[in-house]
């Protein structure tokens, strides 16, 4: 699952592929989000989270994340972290997003920024039905 060749500049991390098959997408550059806080959901042997999944967050989505104990709208300067609202593109974790769908309250997904990794915990159909489209 994780590539292991030092020569492409990133051992460790699983090859940077959407769960349509295409080239992983840019989620959000502000605020800065990503495991590696590169702006993409990209991950690798030390995400243990699974942060894959490119969420456009709702405040349906916030609260249901405050309640689960994952307060994602405080902020928490000591961490430079401003905190997300509504309409901010984030990376959660794939059991998280499946844990929000499970209870009626998943945000919306951006697919091509989207990390494939997240098909070993959600199924595409799911992630499909919360497609966001900006159209």
Same mark, same amino acid.
């Given at each position: ?7 492409q ?23 800065? @989000? #990503?495991?590696?806080?590169d ?6 042997r ?20 405050? /309640?689960?104990?994952?307060d994602?709208? @405080?902020?928490?300067?000591?961490y430079?972290?401003? #905190? ?19 209870a #009626? ?7 091509? /920024? ?11 159909? /799911? ?7 900006p159209?």
């Amino acid at each position: 699952m994780f590539d292991q060749t030092p020569e492409q500049g990133r051992p460790g991390r699983a090859p940077a592929i959407n769960v349509l098959g295409g080239a992983l997408q840019i989620c959000s550059a502000e605020p800065l @989000t #990503g495991f590696y806080r590169d702006g993409c959901c990209n991950t690798g042997r030390e995400d243990h989270g699974l942060h894959t999944v490119c969420a456009v967050m709702t405040a349906e989505f916030l609260a249901f994340s405050k /309640a689960a104990g994952n307060d994602l709208s @405080t902020p928490m300067p000591q961490y430079g972290f401003a #905190g997300l609202n509504p309409g901010d593109r984030w990376c959660l974790c794939a059991e998280r997003w499946k844990e929000a769908f499970d209870a #009626g309250a998943a945000p919306l997904v951006v697919l091509e /920024a989207t990390h494939a990794v997240t098909l070993q915990v959600v199924p595409l159909e /799911a992630l499909r039905k919360h497609a966001f489209n900006p159209r």
